[in-house]
């Protein structure tokens, strides 16, 4: 073996050790997130049940505009 193939080898397990030492911490925090997942989905499952209701809420709020405006109409006619 020449100096050149010993120099090539080593730089090419060189080169393998700084991809390994960056791709490991991605697959760590890439399990991490995957075993996080199932309770966020649920979280936010829970979250969306929730809140349902408040779609409604435009409706009633329509509703309580026309009462009010209803009540000053009959307001302005009493005199007050």
Same mark, same amino acid.
Not at 3 to 11: A, E
Not at 74 to 79: H, P, T, V, W
């Given at each position: 073996?020449?100096?050149?193939?010993?120099?090539?080898?080593? $730089?090419?397990?060189? #080169?393998?050790?700084?991809?390994?030492?960056?791709?490991?911490? $991605?697959?760590? #925090? @890439?399990?991490?997130?995957?075993?996080? &997942?199932?309770? $966020?989905?649920?979280? #936010?499952?829970? @979250?969306?049940?929730?809140? &349902?209701?408040?779609?409604? #809420?435009?409706?009633?709020?329509?509703? @309580?505009?026309? $009462?009010?405006?209803?009540?000053?109409?009959?307001?302005?006619?009493?005199?007050?």
């Amino acid at each position: 073996m020449t100096t050149g193939w010993i120099i090539g080898f080593s $730089i090419g397990g060189a #080169l393998v050790v700084v991809v390994v030492a960056l791709v490991v911490p $991605i697959l760590v #925090l @890439a399990r991490s997130i995957g075993r996080a &997942a199932p309770l $966020i989905d649920d979280e #936010l499952k829970k @979250a969306e049940r929730d809140t &349902a209701s408040l779609a409604g #809420l435009r409706t009633t709020i329509d509703h @309580a505009e026309v $009462i009010v405006a209803g009540l000053r109409r009959g307001r302005a006619r009493l005199g007050g």
